[in-house]
C-alpha cells in the first residue's frame, strides 16, 4: 500500500515547484518614469522659445540681404551654412541651462524616491512610477538645484545610442544601397501612376509601392539591426542587464553599453 | 488487486495532471526568476499589424505614398535648377526692357530738344535776333539739362514706386492665400477625422459584434471528431462572417470617401473662389495705385521745364518761343507715355511669367505637402487609437501574469519576458 503512494507522493510533489514562483532576485519596482511634454509649457521654456524665434526673424532678414548678394551656389551654401551654425548656437545657449537644470531635477526626485532608473513615459506601457509632477514642482521652484555626489544604483536596464553605429560600413552600404532603391522605386511607381486612370488603380500601385519598400527594408535593413540588436543583446547579458533600451528614452540610471557594442561590430 | 489498480489510476492521473502543470509552467514562466525581475516586453509595431484598425493605418500609408509618387513622379517638367535659370532669363529680361525703356527716353529728350532748338532757333532768327543759333543753343542745353534731369530722376522713381507696390501686393496676395489655404486645411482635416473616427467606430463594433458567434465555430473547429462537410460549412459561416464585415466596412469607407472627396471639391471651389475674389482686389488697388502715380509723372513730365527765353527778347517772340517749347513738350510727354505703357505691358507679361513660373510649382508642391500633413494627422490619430488599445490589453496581461513593469520600445533584450506573441493572440482572439 506504501508503495503505491510514492508515485502520488511523487506527483504531487512534481506539482510544487510548477504553481509556486521561486522568488531568486529582485523584481525591478523602483524605475521610475516622466512625461517630457510637460516641461514644454513650463514659462523658462516658453520664454526661451520666444527670444528664438525673435532671433530667427531678425537672422532672417540678414539671411535673405546676404543671399541676394551670392553669385555662385557654393556662396549660398557657404552663407547657408554660417546662418545655420549661429541659429543652432544660439539655441545651445538659450536651451542648454534649461535642459541641464531639467536633468539636475529629475536625478535629485529619482535620488530621493529612491529610483535607480527614469526613463521616458512613451515606451512604458504598464508599471513603474511617474514622477512628472514632482520634476515639475522642483523645476517650477527658485531653489538651486546641485548634481547628485553619488552615482544612480545598479539595475538590469542598459542603453545604446543607435545613431553611434550608422557609420559603420554595414550601416552606411545597407541605407546606400535602401536610398538607391527607394529613388528607383519612386520614378517606377511614379510612372504608372502618372498613367492610373481609376482610383482603385491608383490606390493599388501605391499599395504595391509600399510593400516594394518594406520587402526591400526586410531584406537590406533588417539583417544590419537585428545584427546590431544580437551583438547589444549579448553584451547586455554578460554584463548582468536584461533589457537595453534607446539612449533618447533613458533619463537617469541605467548602463551605457554603446562603446561596447561598437567595438564588437567593428571586429 | 482491485485496490491497488484504482490506486494506480490515482496516482497516474495525479502525474497527468503534474505532468500538465509542468507544461503550463513551461508556457507561463517565473516572471520573478532572475532572468525576468518582473520585467516585459513588448515589440508594438509587431502587435500593431494585428490589430482590427491596422487595414484602415495600411489605407492611410497607400494614400501618403500616393501623393509622394505623384510629387516624385515625371510629370513635372521643371527641376529646381530649371526652375532657376528660367527665373534668372525672365529677371535679366526685366531688366533689359528696363534698360531699353531708359534709353528711349534719353534718345526721345535728345531728339525733342533738338528739334525744339530748331524752332526756336528760327523763331528767333525771324524776330531779328544776333547770333540766333547761340542763343537758342544756350536756352535749349539749359532746358534740356534741366528737362533730362527731371525726367531721368521722374522715370527712376516711377520704376522704384513700381517696383515696392508691386512687391508689397505680392507679400499681401501670398499672406492671402496662406491664411484661405490654412483655413480650407483644417475645415478638411476636422471633417477627415470625424469619418475616420466613424470608420474606426464601425470596425470596431463589428468585430465585437460576432467575437462571441467566432469563437463558438473556432472552438467547434478546432475538435477533432468534426465531420468533413460539417467542417467545411462552419469555416464557410466564418468565411461569410468575415465578408459580411468587410462588405460593410468597404461601404462605409467608400460613402466617407466620396462624401469627402465631394466635401473637398466644395471647399477647395470655395477657397479658390475666396482667393481669387481678394487677389483681383489686391490687383485693383495695386493697378489703381500704379495708374494714379504713371499720371502723376506724366503730368510732371508734361509741366516740364520750358527753355528759357533770354530777357532782351520782346515778349511777342518770347511767348511765341514758350508756345513752340509747350508743343514740343506735349509731343514728347505723349511719346514717353507710350515707352512707358509699353514697357509696363513688357514688364507685366515676364513678371506674369516669372509669377507662373514660381507659383505653379510651389501651389503644386504646398497642396502636396498640405495633403501628406492632413494624412499623417489622420495617421497619428488612428495610430494612437490602436496603441491604446493595445496597451489596455497589455495591462490586464501584466496583471494577470504579476508583472511589474512593461515596456513598448526595447532595443535589444538578454532577459525579460517577451509579451508580444500573446498580446497578439489576445488582440486577435477579440475580433476573431
Do not use: W
Request: glycine letters at 4%.
Amino acid at each position: 500500500m506504501k508503495k503505491h503512494l510514492i508515485p502520488i507522493i511523487m506527483a504531487a510533489a512534481a506539482l510544487v515547484p510548477a504553481c509556486a514562483p521561486a522568488s531568486t532576485a529582485t523584481d525591478l519596482t523602483d524605475l521610475g518614469y516622466v512625461d517630457q511634454s510637460a516641461f514644454a509649457s513650463l514659462p523658462m521654456f516658453n520664454s526661451a522659445r520666444q527670444q528664438l524665434a525673435s532671433f530667427q526673424s531678425s537672422l532672417n532678414g540678414q539671411y535673405n540681404a546676404a543671399i541676394r548678394g551670392a553669385h555662385t551656389a557654393s556662396d549660398r551654401q557657404r552663407i547657408y551654412n554660417d546662418f545655420q551654425n549661429r541659429y543652432a548656437n544660439e539655441q545651445r545657449v538659450l536651451f542648454g541651462p534649461l535642459f541641464e537644470r531639467v536633468n539636475l531635477a529629475i536625478a535629485s526626485v529619482a535620488s530621493t524616491r529612491k529610483l535607480s532608473v527614469v526613463v521616458d513615459k512613451r515606451i512604458i506601457i504598464y508599471g513603474g512610477q511617474d514622477v512628472t509632477k514632482d520634476v515639475v514642482r522642483l523645476l517650477q521652484s527658485n531653489q538651486t538645484i546641485l548634481p547628485l555626489g553619488t552615482a544612480p544604483p545598479p539595475s538590469p536596464i542598459g542603453y545604446v545610442d543607435p545613431s553611434a553605429f550608422q557609420n559603420s560600413p554595414q550601416a552606411k552600404a545597407a541605407n546606400d544601397q535602401m536610398n538607391t532603391f527607394v529613388q528607383q522605386q519612386q520614378r517606377i511607381y511614379g510612372a504608372q501612376l502618372a498613367h492610373a486612370k481609376t482610383d482603385a488603380q491608383k490606390q493599388q500601385i501605391a499599395a504595391a509601392y509600399n510593400k516594394a519598400i518594406a520587402d526591400e527594408q526586410a531584406k537590406v535593413l533588417k539583417p544590419v539591426v537585428d545584427h546590431e540588436q544580437d551583438v547589444a543583446a549579448s553584451i547586455a547579458r554578460r554584463r548582468g542587464l536584461l533589457l537595453i533600451i534607446d539612449h533618447a528614452d533613458i533619463l537617469y540610471g541605467a548602463t551605457d553599453i554603446t562603446a561596447d557594442v561598437q567595438n564588437a561590430l567593428s571586429k | 488487486m482491485s485496490r491497488m489498480h484504482s490506486a494506480s489510476k490515482v496516482a497516474a492521473l495525479i502525474a497527468c495532471c503534474a505532468a500538465a502543470a509542468s507544461v503550463m509552467g513551461c508556457t507561463t514562466p517565473n516572471v520573478h526568476s532572475s532572468q525576468i525581475r518582473g520585467i516585459a516586453y513588448v515589440k508594438l509595431d509587431d502587435v500593431v499589424k494585428h490589430d482590427p484598425l491596422y487595414s484602415q493605418l495600411a489605407n492611410i500609408d497607400d494614400a501618403i505614398a500616393m501623393v509622394e509618387l505623384v510629387g516624385a513622379s515625371p510629370r513635372i517638367p521643371r527641376s529646381a535648377a530649371e526652375i532657376a535659370r528660367e527665373s534668372a532669363q525672365l529677371r535679366s529680361e526685366i531688366a533689359s526692357a528696363q534698360a531699353r525703356t531708359q534709353h528711349i527716353i534719353r534718345q526721345k529728350q535728345q531728339a525733342y530738344a533738338a528739334r525744339t532748338q530748331a524752332a526756336v532757333t528760327a523763331a528767333l532768327t525771324a524776330a531779328g535776333v544776333k547770333n540766333a543759333a547761340n542763343v537758342a543753343a544756350a536756352m535749349g542745353i539749359t532746358s534740356s539739362q534741366q528737362q533730362q534731369q527731371a525726367e531721368l530722376q521722374a522715370g527712376r522713381d516711377l520704376m522704384a514706386y513700381r517696383a515696392g507696390v508691386v512687391q508689397q501686393s505680392n507679400a499681401a496676395a501670398e499672406n492671402v492665400v496662406r491664411q484661405l489655404q490654412a483655413e480650407a486645411a483644417q475645415r478638411l482635416q476636422a471633417k477627415a477625422q470625424a469619418e475616420q473616427q466613424a470608420e474606426s467606430n464601425l470596425a470596431l463594433r463589428l468585430s465585437q459584434q460576432d467575437a462571441s458567434q467566432r469563437l463558438a465555430i473556432q472552438t467547434r473547429l478546432s475538435m477533432l471528431a468534426l465531420g468533413q462537410s460539417e467542417r467545411r460549412q462552419l469555416q464557410a459561416q466564418l468565411s461569410q462572417m468575415q465578408q459580411r464585415e468587410n462588405a460593410l466596412l468597404n461601404a462605409q469607407r467608400a460613402a466617407d470617401q466620396r462624401e469627402y472627396a465631394a466635401y473637398r471639391a466644395q471647399v477647395m471651389a470655395q477657397t479658390n473662389a475666396a482667393i481669387h475674389a481678394q487677389l483681383a482686389n489686391l490687383q485693383t488697388q495695386t493697378q489703381a495705385k500704379l495708374v494714379g502715380r504713371r499720371n502723376a509723372v506724366i503730368q510732371q513730365l508734361r509741366g516740364g521745364v520750358p527753355p528759357m527765353p533770354a530777357a532782351s527778347i520782346s515778349p511777342a517772340t518770347r511767348a511765341q518761343i514758350t508756345h513752340i517749347a509747350d508743343q514740343f513738350q506735349q509731343q514728347y510727354s505723349h511719346d514717353v507715355q507710350d515707352v512707358i505703357a509699353q514697357y509696363e505691358q513688357t514688364y507685366a507679361a515676364l513678371e506674369a511669367q516669372y509669377a507662373t513660373l514660381h507659383g505653379a510649382d510651389a501651389a503644386a508642391s504646398s497642396a502636396a505637402a498640405q495633403e501628406v500633413a492632413l494624412l499623417q494627422q489622420r495617421r497619428q490619430t488612428l495610430y494612437d487609437q490602436i496603441v491604446n488599445h493595445i496597451r489596455g490589453e497589455a495591462e490586464r496581461l501584466a496583471k494577470a501574469k504579476g508583472l511589474d513593469v512593461v515596456f513598448s520600445g526595447v532595443t535589444a533584450a538578454a532577459g525579460g519576458y517577451n509579451m508580444t506573441n500573446e498580446l497578439i493572440t489576445d488582440i486577435e482572439s477579440e475580433h476573431e
